[in-house]
């Protein structure tokens, strides 16, 4: 079974602070990828990005960065400097290699992290 | 542009009664997923279709139901057995066989009961 953890329910910040939602999963899987997405208030998800098992290169994007450490299992978004407009609720989400019946390879999110930035 | 489409924005259901939430899309992509949130609770998977004419169970399917007769089009039915369907759903899609591929997500439908 897959698991994934977002400890942090609401976080509120003031504008220009830093910011860094933490995930943390769980998965007996050797091959997975790890993904961030964005829900703003109008509530689509937006796809922020992705990461495989086997890279652990962190991630630099403009005022986003991502911290995957496999040893602690834990993937981190930083918002450096942030903007009213990152206020959303932001999801942490696995995909495993392990499959049911058609193949899907189907996504686990977690509970979420609302990021309020005031201005 | 290309994208999925989710109709009606705001939806009331009747006690008793089924209502059916549509979901277009015209990515081109083979797999379609359902998806639940209520606050506090994440995303939670409904339904999903690898191709036409094939769906399977996800993890919370009692009291809904699909049907996938267009690569295009998933649209799911909330049936009266469904006894709290107060929430916000969402559809997705992807391409199916590919672990790294992202999903992508309609504007969801906001469920209440009158």
């Known amino acids: 079974a897959q698991k994934v953890t977002q400890a942090q329910t609401e976080i509120s910040v003031v504008e220009k602070e830093d910011v860094t939602l933490d995930c943390v999963y769980e998965?007996?899987?050797?091959?997975?990828?790890l993904f961030w997405y964005k829900q703003p208030p109008s509530g689509e998800l937006v796809f922020l990005i992705r990461?495989?098992?086997?890279?652990?290169q962190n991630e630099i994007s403009g005022r986003y960065s991502w911290n995957f450490q496999k040893s602690t299992s834990s993937f981190n978004f930083t918002i450096t400097a942030s903007q009213v407009v990152d206020s959303a609720v932001y999801f942490c989400?696995?995909?495993?290699?392990?499959?049911?019946?058609?193949?899907?390879?189907?996504?686990?999110f977690g509970k979420g992290t609302k990021l309020s930035v005031i201005p | 542009d290309g994208g999925i489409t989710q109709s009606p924005k705001y939806l009331f259901r009747k006690e008793g009664q089924n209502v059916t939430l549509s979901c277009e899309q015209n990515?081109?992509?083979?797999?379609m997923y359902w998806y639940r949130q209520d606050p506090g609770q994440g995303l939670r998977l409904i339904y999903y279709?690898?191709?036409?004419?094939?769906?399977q169970k996800g993890d919370i399917a009692e009291g809904y139901s699909v049907s996938r007769e267009k690569k295009e089009s998933f649209p799911l039915t909330v049936t009266s057995a469904q006894k709290n369907p107060t929430a916000f759903y969402l559809c997705?899609?992807?391409?199916?066989?590919?672990?790294?591929?992202?999903?992508?997500f309609g504007d969801g439908t906001r469920l209440s009961i009158l």
């Open positions: 279709s690898q191709i036409v004419n094939d769906f």
């Open positions: 990515l081109n992509h083979d797999a």
């Open positions: 990461r495989n098992s086997f890279d652990e």
């Open positions: 989400a696995l995909s495993g290699a392990t499959y049911s019946g058609a193949g899907s390879y189907q996504l686990t």
């Open positions: 997705a899609s992807s391409i199916p066989t590919a672990l790294n591929q992202p999903q992508h």
């Open positions: 998965t007996r899987d050797t091959t997975y990828y």
